[in-house]
């Protein structure tokens, strides 16, 4: 009786070693499982975060593409603009030419005319005379005021079409420096996240490698209970066959001495 009573307090004392066991691993592998879904998460933010600054890059470079794009269609606009004027300049600048040959000559003829005699010249002198140098005057009037009225427009467009150049240009090498400031900050944002995630991904594999390994300890453990627990209850089975033999063997034993004492 108290090698059974010693077996079935062997026997608790093992079902709550178990438990324990049990229960400390449950706990274990709950933390692991909560840290795993943290690093996912983590993981996961990070590379949300990634696409939404090459999102931001590639709008920003689409941008300066297009300004570039109106830049040079506004270049070439201004290009034919100053091309027109430079012809318009010559066209005007032949007819005063023309104008300046034609007054010259004119005045020429009269001085021709003046010295051929006092009538000649005072017939000259007279209302054709003055109507033909009244208009010598205002074409010469109004040639000036044309080729300073396009000389101005001219130089005005070409100031305004260098400052415009040169500033573009000046913002050109601005935008050009600060792209390639803002790709190489992108690059290395870009490196960090990724070694981020790398070292994420390292603990997760170590976390993996350290939940497996505990999987395995807790199923050698739980076998190690079923092979003690299996051989605790083999004796107590043999004995009761052993006290079950002694049994038959007193029975047996009784029943000739009855006989013989009838």
Known sequence: MSGI???KL?????????MDCFGGSKNRSSKCEKDFRGLLEKVRLLQDEMKAIMCEREKESRAYERDVMVFAFKEAEW???KKKLKEEVKRLR????????KIKGMEDGLLLVGEKGEKSHNWLLSGNTSFWVEQMREERLWRDEAVDKWKKLYLAIKTELDDLIQKTQGDGLYWKAEEEEMIEELKM??????????????RLALVEREEYKRAREVDILRQSLRIMSSRKTVPSFTISKSKLRIVKQAKNHKVPSCSSAW
Do not use: M, P
């Open 5 to 7: 009573k010693k077996g």
């Open 10 to 18: 062997e026997g608790k004392r093992n079902n709550s070693l178990l």
């Open 189 to 202: 944002e870009v490196k960090a996240k990724e070694d981020t995630i790398e070292e994420l991904k390292a």
């Open 79 to 81: 290009k034919q603009e």
């Open 94 to 101: 032949k007819i005063v030419e023309e104008k300046e040959e």
